[in-house]
């Protein structure tokens, strides 16, 4: 067996709220919509990947998900347009990772980083 794709799913009674973020901020295509559960993401192939953690580095929380962009400074400028406070960073991990920690619209703690 060799497992294919890891979802994320996310719990809110107002499913149309994710389109602001995960849509219009981070530029994620709608990938299925049937009115009570919305997929983002994009076509490109994808890396199976589950991380688990007991703190985010550098004493950070947790984050509920991380996202890897190949632009932080556009993605920052987004979430900042979007009205989204920025809860950590920008910042240059020791592990060579630029990331800023940020909430999506049900609250969930957003890792937005870069390899550097």
Same mark, same amino acid.
């Given at each position: 067996?060799?497992?294919?794709? !890891? *979802?994320?799913? !996310? ?6 709220? #994710? ?6 901020? +981070? /530029?994620?295509?709608? +990938?299925?919509?049937? =009115? &009570?559960?919305?997929?983002? =993401?994009?076509? #490109?192939?994808?890396?199976?990947? !589950?991380?688990?953690?007991?703190? =985010? ?5 947790? $984050?509920?998900?991380?996202?890897? *962009?190949?632009?932080?400074?556009? #993605?920052?400028?987004?979430?900042? #347009? /979007? /009205? ?6 920008? *910042?240059?991990?020791? &592990? ?8 999506? $619209?049900?609250?969930? +703690?957003?890792? !937005?980083?870069?390899? +550097?």
């Amino acid at each position: 067996m060799k497992t294919l794709r !890891i *979802v994320a799913n !996310i719990a809110t009674p107002d499913v149309a709220a #994710a389109k602001r973020f995960y849509e219009t901020v +981070l /530029g994620l295509d709608t +990938l299925m919509d049937h =009115g &009570w559960l919305v997929t983002y =993401g994009t076509d #490109a192939a994808a890396r199976v990947q !589950i991380s688990v953690a007991s703190e =985010g580095g550098s004493g950070t929380p947790v $984050p509920d998900l991380s996202v890897e *962009v190949d632009d932080l400074d556009e #993605a920052l400028r987004r979430v900042r #347009a /979007g /009205g989204f406070a920025i809860e950590y960073g920008p *910042v240059t991990e020791p &592990w060579q990772v630029r990331r800023f920690f940020t909430r999506d $619209p049900f609250g969930r +703690l957003v890792n !937005i980083l870069t390899h +550097l």
